[in-house]
């Protein structure tokens, strides 16, 4: 596989389709809003806080997330291949006065450009949109400095994945633009932890990411049937 060839140009381009409304907190994009919060302390409690690290969101879309860790005091760069939500993140960091850097790239490409560079990887509700979710998570591994930490999110291969995040969250409730989620292309906790194993990183921890529907929220617990976390270390 080539630097460059591991994206599907149907996943940009639906991810691009919408970028405008990225950061709309009731659109499209409402559920990663709503997640943020939760998913922010987990990859903080992981690093002992944010401060001061030096940090690469992979898939980093409109920004969310990498904002947010810039916020908290990191030093972030974001990474995607959907350039009309790049345009977007930027736009947002200028308005919002957060220093984000940001780069179109794949995470190969960027990986061979930019080998153990970062205190801490990030790769969140990504893997399951590239066609080999094994060399993103190669390339995590070589971003990663010797003693980083990693940290992975995705979608579980079980019918209650389907039910609730293609079902529910797509077609019943609408969180979700229809079509987001492909289930063939979900991940199972085994298969995430044999490309992470595959690619020299230890797994330290994994959990369970989950969302209540009374008050819209998102809890990290027991349970990796549906979204679940990963993360690895980098050996010294």
Not at 3 to 20: G, T
Not at 205 to 211: Q, R
Request: hydrophobic fraction near 45%; aromatic fraction near 8%; charged fraction near 20%.
């Amino acid at each position: 596989m080539t630097p460059s060839s591991n994206v599907d140009p149907a996943e940009i381009a639906k991810f691009n389709e919408i970028a405008s409304r990225w950061w709309d907190p009731s659109g499209e994009f409402k559920p990663l809003h709503q997640l943020n919060p939760c998913r922010l302390a987990f990859i903080s409690d992981q690093v002992q806080g944010l401060f001061g690290k030096k940090v690469v969101d992979v898939g980093c879309g409109g920004g969310i997330l990498a904002e947010s860790m810039a916020k908290a005091g990191a030093d972030v760069t974001g990474i995607d291949m959907a350039d009309e939500a790049l345009t977007v993140a930027k736009l947002h960091a200028l308005e919002s006065a957060v220093s984000v850097q940001y780069q179109q790239s794949t995470a190969e490409a960027f990986a061979s450009a930019n080998k153990n560079s970062f205190d801490l990887v990030t790769c969140m509700e990504m893997l399951e949109h590239v066609p080999e979710p094994a060399s993103v998570v190669q390339a995590c591994a070589d971003l990663a400095k010797p003693g980083a930490t990693l940290v992975f999110s995705t979608l579980n291969k079980t019918w209650k994945a389907y039910l609730m995040a293609i079902v529910g969250a797509e077609q019943l409730l609408k969180l979700v633009p229809k079509g987001t989620h492909e289930f063939e292309k979900f991940i199972r906790p085994s298969d995430l932890m044999r490309f992470i194993d595959d690619a020299g990183l230890q797994v330290v921890d994994a959990t369970g990411l989950h969302y209540n529907p009374v008050n819209q929220s998102f809890r990290t617990g027991p349970g990796l049937d549906v979204n679940y976390f990963v993360v690895a270390k980098k050996p010294l």
